[in-house]
């Protein structure tokens, strides 16, 4: 009876198999599902730009912390509850997580990895994006048309200018990245390409547009030493009272700080010297608030709370952004129109400190630390000043000696097995 049981089970398996294929063809189509061929209408452009500014979300705020991790603003230690991620661990110590890490793996740090691919998606969809409005009828043309051009040139030049700021092919070498297969593109050509870009947007910029364009302009040449050109857009740029231009986050998309770097989950602390800051002036803490981490063991170490709600938006670049830029090319003898003293007196009025009475390049160099903690700025900083950290942890019970020498985070293993000009 068994036998027989099996026997018809069998049968009746292979009469499913060998039937004909239209029993699973009778299915409704993908609804959350385009493909590319789909998405060249002028009815598609609401829905491309949203896309491009939702992946600008997931890279912006990655990456920047990542940058911070590998700068000196940020440090990982396990002595914090939560803290258990090794490849955060490699970034803090430069590539090398301790001396028995050779950093031959660095490219392979799939934390570094996740914001590379993610950058080379935003990278990609603004291009698509100005490919498709491209390809409209300008004589149909309407305010989406304008929208995807201004945000397509906006974002596919940001995406070159992290490029060209955070991403390296090498330690000890120059940053920058390729592109769609291409050889190495170094920080010159790619901040160029992202000028480019910027430049493209200012024709489709409202007022206020332009005025952030400016900015990003200034800071590209900012980061390259190019003082007087970086005056030149600075003096265009930004001013008081501006809203600055931001990457979004919600509940369901969290901003990184909040989840790697705050009350989301403690894995990375801040500084030691923040909380000096706040020492030597109780009125910083309103730029720069802190609360105790959970412990395991150790001095009591503290994670940012600039960031405390997953949905917080994180600049992009600011008035108060360029106000410190102005401020340090005043100090670097560039002609711009104000001093270097009331540049940084209005950036600290925002938030109700008193006025310093005289402001150098060491000066700038601090305040832009506070300012812009958390925003990815500290990274090219300490590249600039050539002021580099050799410790982690630093003044606490647990500082580590950092064995790495990265400067930049990793192009990833990824590209360098499958692209085949690397």
Same mark, same amino acid.
């Given at each position: ?259 790697? *770097?705050?009350? /989301?989950?403690?894995?990375? !602390?801040? #500084? ?5 800051? +706040?020492? %030597?002036?109780? $009125? ?45 090319? *005043?100090?670097? /003898?560039?002609?711009?129109? !104000?001093? #270097? ?5 209005? +950036?600290? %009025?925002?938030? $109700? ?70």
């Amino acid at each position: 009876m068994k036998n027989i049981f099996n026997t018809g089970l069998i049968i009746t398996l292979f009469s499913l198999i060998s039937c004909e294929e239209s029993w699973f063809q009778d299915v409704d189509p993908l609804k959350d599902v385009a493909e590319d061929r789909e998405l060249k209408d002028r009815e598609a452009l609401p829905f491309l730009i949203k896309g491009v500014k939702v992946r600008l979300g997931t890279t912006h705020d990655n990456v920047s912390m990542l940058s911070d991790l590998l700068s000196d603003q940020l440090e990982f230690t396990q002595n914090v509850q939560n803290a258990t991620f090794p490849s955060y661990n490699q970034v803090d110590g430069m590539g090398r997580a301790d001396e028995y890490d050779d950093g031959s793996l660095y490219d392979d740090n799939n934390s570094s990895g996740y914001g590379y691919d993610q950058l080379g998606q935003l990278r990609k969809y603004a291009d698509l994006l100005i490919e498709t409005v491209s390809g409209l009828d300008a004589a149909d043309a309407t305010d989406d048309d304008q929208e995807a051009f201004y945000t397509g040139y906006l974002l596919g030049g940001f995406a070159r200018h992290m490029y060209a700021t955070y991403y390296g092919l090498e330690a000890g070498g120059d940053g920058g990245s390729p592109i769609d297969d291409s050889p190495m593109i170094y920080s010159a050509a790619m901040y160029d390409d992202a000028r480019s870009k910027f430049l493209a947007a200012i024709d489709y910029a409202t007022d206020a547009e332009k005025r952030i364009l400016n900015s990003l302009i200034a800071r590209t040449y900012l980061y390259q030493s190019d003082y007087s050109n970086a005056a030149t857009y600075a003096g265009n740029g930004m001013t008081s009272g501006d809203a600055p231009l931001v990457s979004e986050y919600s509940t369901m998309s969290t901003n990184e700080y909040y989840q790697h *770097a705050g009350v /989301g989950r403690t894995q990375n !602390v801040v #500084a030691q010297r923040f909380l000096d800051y +706040v020492e %030597a002036d109780a $009125g910083e803490a309103v730029r720069l608030p802190v609360q105790a981490a959970p412990m395991q063991t150790g001095t009591q170490r503290y994670i940012q709370t600039k960031y405390d709600e997953a949905s917080d938006p994180i600049n992009i670049i600011s008035w108060q952004e360029n106000h410190l830029m102005l401020a340090e090319l *005043a100090s670097r /003898g560039q002609s711009v129109s !104000v001093s #270097a003293a009331d540049a940084v007196n209005s +950036v600290r %009025a925002e938030h $109700g400190l008193t006025a310093l009475e005289t402001v150098d390049l060491g000066v700038v160099y601090t305040e832009r630390d506070k300012e812009l903690f958390g925003t990815g700025s500290r990274l090219p900083d300490q590249l600039r000043w050539d002021n580099w950290h050799s410790t982690t942890n630093t003044d606490t019970d647990h500082e580590e000696t950092i064995f790495g020498g990265w400067k930049y985070l990793p192009v990833s293993r990824s590209e360098k097995n499958n692209n085949p000009n690397l």
